[in-house]
């Protein structure tokens, strides 16, 4: 009897463990995104040129170019956390998000004491 419950023991803890970082990441991140649109309550002027402003999902890193006239997620490089459909920067900005084949939408999760803080950004992959 001692023995059988070893065993079920044993197995319960064995079976029990997980690895932490592989639930958290989306392997349909990876890569890089090139900023195709955003909106918001903002002026770019006419025929703004977002392209400069590129994201690349590494493992749970992220890195930020931004080398035109605007910028994104100007602190938000570094590691990075996914709950649900939540993602989560360093700077500690969240962002629900929605992969669709080669299009990548962040949508602030927005604040509701603050006006005007809403933000969409679209990306394109590659």
């Not at 059988?4 to 349909?28: R, Y």
């Not at 770019?44 to 392209?51: A, E, V």
């Amino acid at each position: 009897m001692k023995r059988v419950f070893l065993i079920l023991t044993i197995s319960v803890l064995f079976l029990s463990c997980t690895n932490d970082n592989d639930d958290n990441l989306d392997t349909s991140l990876e890569g890089k995104w090139t900023l195709t649109n955003v909106s918001c309550f903002c002026f770019f002027g006419d025929n703004p040129d977002f392209s400069r402003h590129k994201i690349t999902f590494e493992k749970n890193n992220l890195n930020i170019e931004n080398t035109g006239q605007f910028e994104f997620l100007t602190d938000a490089a570094g590691t990075y956390s996914i709950m649900g459909n939540v993602i989560t920067f360093s700077n500690g900005r969240q962002y629900t998000y929605v992969v669709k084949t080669d299009i990548l939408e962040l949508t602030y999760v927005d604040n509701p004491q603050i006006a005007d803080d809403e933000i969409f950004l679209e990306y394109k992959r590659g």
